[in-house]
C-alpha cells in the first residue's frame, strides 16, 4: 500500500514540475520575461539591486502607460522596484487629474507649534 502513495505521490510531482516548467515558458514569453532577459535586475530609479530570493519586487514599468505598447526591443519598459513604480503612477495620477505638490502645500494647515523655538536659549544654558 504506501508503494501505491508513492507512485501516486510521484505523479503527482510529475504534474507540478511539468506545470511550473509551462508556466516559466509563457513567463519568459511575456514583457516582464523579456524584460528581465534584457535589462540588468536593477531598479531604474533607486538601483536598488535584485536577486533571484527578491525578484518578485522588481516590475516593469510602461513609460508611457500603455500596457499594450509592448514593442520587442524594450524601449516602452523599465526595471522598476515596487516602491519606485508605486511613486511613478502616484505621479501620473497627480498630473493627470491636475494635482500637483504646489496644490497640496496650498491647502496644507499651516503649523503653529515649533519645537526647536526654544533651542539656542536651551543650549546657551548649558555651556
Not at 511550473?20 to 509563457?26: D, E, G, K
Request: aromatic share 8%; net charge positive.
Amino acid at each position: 500500500m504506501p508503494q501505491k502513495k508513492t507512485i501516486t505521490d510521484k505523479t503527482k510531482l510529475n504534474e507540478i514540475v511539468a506545470e511550473a516548467r509551462r508556466n516559466q515558458t509563457l513567463r519568459e514569453q511575456s514583457y516582464r520575461g523579456q524584460a528581465l532577459k534584457m535589462y540588468p535586475w536593477i531598479c531604474g530609479r533607486c538601483t536598488r539591486e535584485f536577486t533571484h530570493k527578491n525578484l518578485a519586487e522588481l516590475t516593469v514599468h510602461h513609460k508611457n502607460h500603455d500596457h499594450d505598447f509592448n514593442p520587442a526591443d524594450g524601449s516602452n519598459w523599465e526595471l522598476l522596484c515596487l516602491y519606485c513604480h508605486d511613486n511613478e503612477h502616484q505621479r501620473y495620477e497627480e498630473t493627470r487629474y491636475g494635482i500637483s505638490s504646489q496644490t497640496a502645500k496650498a491647502t496644507a494647515p499651516e503649523a503653529k507649534h515649533n519645537p526647536f523655538a526654544n533651542l539656542k536659549t536651551l543650549l546657551d544654558s548649558k555651556k
